[in-house]
């Protein structure tokens, strides 16, 4: 069996006014993520890993930023057609690992319902979906709550 890596990146900044998506769920917060889409970044840097193991480029290039068709679009929409992409080619995931850098708020209490939602869109368990948190200790824009990161590593597998 073929196997491939891929891995993804995703900033985006912080704003009052807009709703906080993390993990496909919305957040209570007083800032939100700002971007074309619903800016989830965890579910961004989850795409571009998806993307990048089978070398197809990346989120902006299959949805972007200046097509009106996906302004505010919910980003499980935009993995969902990623993973289409990539089931398409013959490919399942194995396992995504993804850490997210902010400040706050906190998102332990909301991990299971981020690891249930990619999951199911990914159609893998959700001990197959890691989403962890960490905090940059008040250090560049992430610790000045000006923005917020993630980071994503898939495994997939060619089906015979």
Same mark, same amino acid.
């Given at each position: ?5 891929? +891995?993804?990146? !995703?900033?985006?900044?912080? #704003? =009052? ?11 209570p917060h007083h800032?939100? +993520?700002?971007?074309? +889409? !619903?800016? *989830? ?6 795409? @571009?890993?998806?993307?990048?193991? $089978? ?8 949805? /972007?930023? #200046? *097509?009106?068709?996906?302004? @505010? ?13 990539? +089931? ?13 850098? $902010?400040?706050? /708020? ?11 939602? %990619?999951?199911? %869109?990914?159609?893998? =368990?959700?001990? *197959? ?5 960490? #905090? ?16 994503? #590593?898939?495994?997939l597998r060619k =089906?015979?």
């Amino acid at each position: 069996m073929a196997y491939r890596i891929g +891995s993804g990146v !995703d900033f985006h900044q912080l #704003t =009052e006014g807009r709703e906080l998506w993390i993990g496909g769920i919305q957040i209570p917060h007083h800032k939100g +993520s700002l971007g074309h +889409s !619903d800016a *989830d970044v965890l579910l961004h840097a989850i795409c @571009d890993a998806l993307l990048g193991a $089978l070398s197809l480029g990346d989120i902006g290039i299959h949805f /972007p930023n #200046t *097509d009106p068709a996906y302004r @505010d679009i919910d980003s499980k929409i935009l993995l969902r057609r990623t993973y289409e992409l990539v +089931s398409g080619k013959g490919y399942r995931v194995v396992n995504v690992d993804s850490t997210l850098c $902010l400040e706050a /708020p906190k998102i332990k209490p909301w991990v299971p319902q981020m690891q249930g939602i %990619i999951a199911g %869109i990914l159609q893998v =368990e959700s001990g *197959d979906v890691s989403v962890k948190a960490t #905090t940059t200790e008040k250090m560049g824009f992430a610790g000045r709550e000006e923005g917020l990161m993630a980071y994503a #590593t898939v495994l997939l597998r060619k =089906e015979s």
